[in-house]
């Protein structure tokens, strides 16, 4: 079964700081991966998608890589700020049964201004 | 555009009370449905998913039961509910893309 791991749980860091937040899932045979944030009591929303066929998209300030043979992915991001705070999730769509995201724990990452 | 409902935002509830959810889409057609519970601390467990009207797929034995009366309608309910139901649920949706959309979520206490 699908385990999608994020590290680290949390993190505090300096506005304007770039930073990078990991994910890894322990099997590659997926369609794509999603990074999503969901602000405290809030739902998920959707950040960057990327296809199993590509290595990176890009979103404004956000940069996200995928290395499926390695089961690995980074959210990338530049100049942090306040409003970036949240907690970042990333999910992987399996190839198999019915298509379903299996999602990591987060990182909680807290911008200090 | 495509938009998501879900409803109540917050619920606090007795144990042994029913319960009812619902999620609503709006703007799109024959979307897959899904209903999933962030616990405290815990990932996002994925507990119903629905390919197409009364079709409900469960992927966790438990104390609860989805349902897919229209097309756009996905409903959690509950009989009885117990403390461990308490949670943070959300309700997701995809069509034909690849992309995945989350209502708003609805905090459930269970007291």
């Known amino acids: 079964k699908q385990e999608v791991t994020q590290i680290p749980a949390a993190l505090s860091v300096p506005e304007g700081e770039n930073l990078v937040l990991n994910c890894s899932f322990t099997?590659?045979?997926?369609?794509?991966l999603q990074w999503f944030r969901q602000d405290p009591g809030k739902g998920l929303t959707s950040l960057l998608l990327?296809?199993?066929?590509?290595r990176e998209q890009t979103s404004g300030r956000l940069n996200a890589s995928l290395d499926k043979s390695s089961g690995r992915s980074t959210l990338y991001i530049a100049a942090s700020q306040p409003g970036d705070s949240a907690t970042y999730l990333c999910?992987?769509?399996?190839?198999?049964?019915?298509?379903?995201?299996?999602f990591g724990t987060g990182t909680r990452l807290t911008v200090i201004p | 555009s495509q938009t998501i409902h879900q409803w109540p935002a917050t619920l606090v509830q007795p144990v042994g009370s029913p319960l009812s959810l619902e999620c609503t889409v709006e703007?799109?057609?024959?979307?897959?449905l899904y209903w999933y519970r962030q616990a405290a601390g815990r990932g996002l467990q994925l507990l119903f998913y629905?390919?197409?009207?009364?079709?409900i797929s469960s992927e966790v034995p438990q104390n609860l039961s989805a349902s897919r009366p229209q097309d756009r309608q996905f409903i959690l309910s509950s009989k009885k509910l117990l403390l461990s139901d308490s949670g943070f649920y959300l309700c997701?949706?995809?069509?034909?893309?690849?992309?995945?959309?989350f209502g708003q979520g609805t905090r459930l206490t269970v007291v």
């Open positions: 997701a949706w995809r069509d034909g893309t690849i992309e995945a959309f």
């Open positions: 099997d590659s045979a997926i369609y794509n």
């Open positions: 990327i296809q199993s066929s590509q």
């Open positions: 999910a992987v769509r399996q190839q198999t049964g019915a298509n379903n995201l299996f």
């Open positions: 703007g799109t057609s024959n979307p897959n």
């Open positions: 629905s390919v197409g009207i009364g079709q």
